[in-house]
């Protein structure tokens, strides 16, 4: 009777410690990381925001009080030469567009093709095919190793640590350190709250007509300034940005005129709408049940695992009968739990889904979005 018990302890703790050896080294690297398929469009709005808008037939004008709507639409690039499965790359292209409601006017578009670290969500090279356009036509692309966009620009790391990370910022054309400044609920999720404020800072050197300063002038040297407040909300064991707000401050100043003193080409807040978050927040839910599995998980296992060998080997110890039996039930537990969750994990690998075979250039997120 305590030969069965013993081989029973030794038997069920190798199974364990086994599995939790298997989801730390083989499952966690193996699903813990950015997906190839994205798909995703989430929206901004803005209310009472001045800007300057481009009327069709007209000469550009500052208006007030104008509603914006910001379109964001994020996917995966499958035909990318970085693309490969459980590769460590994967490359995302993210078209954006600023109109305002009324008349649909256009007041800024870009489209950007990024290459990501999949575990940490950092911009890599070299990136065959990085590039991101501001100007129709005019496609600014990387050359050799150069990074265009370092830092991060869609996720944080899983795992986020309460810290400094870089944040690219496309104005700056630079990453900026985004500080951590707590933690707090979202739609029932402990979210971590991350915030930078750009000071005015001095962009451009260009002639404007001298109206849109209000100016005699036909045309008028201007310095452009930017600045900006950014809060993003992360939920940090999957990194993803649930939430992101930000209140943007852009003038033309001329060679006299101090902060505040210019004329605002744009300033107001755009943030993330309700429906955007909750969409966020009901896929960060969908996710976390393969996080526990990965994170969680193993430690218990470990835990429960080494205790109940600790008892066995204990009581094989003091009787020094069923050694044989014993060393049967860990050999034989640790193989079959580690072949069976081993093979369980690599069949929920999302990797094996995507045929990367008989793909093309995505064009979806393109200007075509207009």
């Known amino acids: ?20 050896l298997v989801l730390q080294l083989h499952t966690y690297p193996l699903l813990a990381k950015l997906q190839h398929d994205i798909n995703t469009v989430s929206v901004s709005e803005g209310e009472g925001v001045t800007a300057v808008v481009h009327p069709p037939g007209k000469a550009p004008e500052v208006r007030h009080n104008l509603r914006l709507t910001a379109t964001t639409h994020v996917e995966g690039d499958l ?62 692309t990387a050359q050799d190793r150069q990074l265009l966009h370092p830092g991060l620009s869609f996720v944080f790391p899983f795992d986020t640590e309460q810290r400094d990370h870089r944040w690219y910022d496309t104005v700056l054309k630079r990453p900026v350190d985004i500080h951590f400044a707590g933690e707090q609920l979202l739609q029932g999720l402990d979210v971590y709250r991350f915030q930078h404020t750009v000071p005015p800072t001095a962009l451009d050197r260009l002639a404007v007509p001298g ?41 033309l100043r001329t060679d006299d005129q101090g902060e505040g003193a210019g004329t605002p080409v744009f300033a107001g807040e755009l943030r993330l709408t309700n429906a955007s978050v909750t969409a966020n927040v009901d896929q960060v839910k969908e996710n976390l049940p393969r ?63 995507l045929d990367l075979e008989n793909v093309v250039s995505s064009s979806n997120v393109d200007y075509g979005l207009r």
């Open 1 to 20: 009777m305590r030969t069965a018990v013993v081989v029973t302890l030794l038997g069920i703790g190798a199974i364990a410690v086994a599995a939790g």
């Open 79 to 140: 035909a990318a030469p970085e693309i490969k499965k459980n590769g460590d790359v994967t490359v995302w292209k993210r078209a954006t567009i600023v109109k305002e409601d009324a008349e649909k006017l256009v007041l800024s578009a870009e489209v950007r093709r990024i290459c990501l670290d999949r575990r940490t969500g950092e911009a890599v090279a070299p990136c065959h095919g990085e590039f991101y356009e501001t100007e129709q036509g005019k496609r600014i």
């Open 211 to 251: 109206y849109l300063v209000g100016s005699p002038e036909p045309s008028v040297d201007v310095t452009q300034y930017y600045g900006v407040t950014r809060t993003l909300l992360v939920e940090p064991r999957t990194g993803a940005v649930l939430s992101v707000r930000e209140d943007i401050r852009q003038e």
């Open 291 to 353: 996080l526990f599995l990965i994170t969680v998980l193993p430690v218990v296992l470990w835990a429960g695992g080494a205790v109940l060998l600790v008892a066995g080997l204990l009581l094989l110890a003091l009787r020094r009968r069923g050694v044989v039996a014993g060393s049967l039930a860990l050999v034989i537990g640790a193989c079959l739990a580690a072949a069976i969750t081993y093979g369980v994990t690599t069949s929920s690998d999302p990797d094996d889904a």
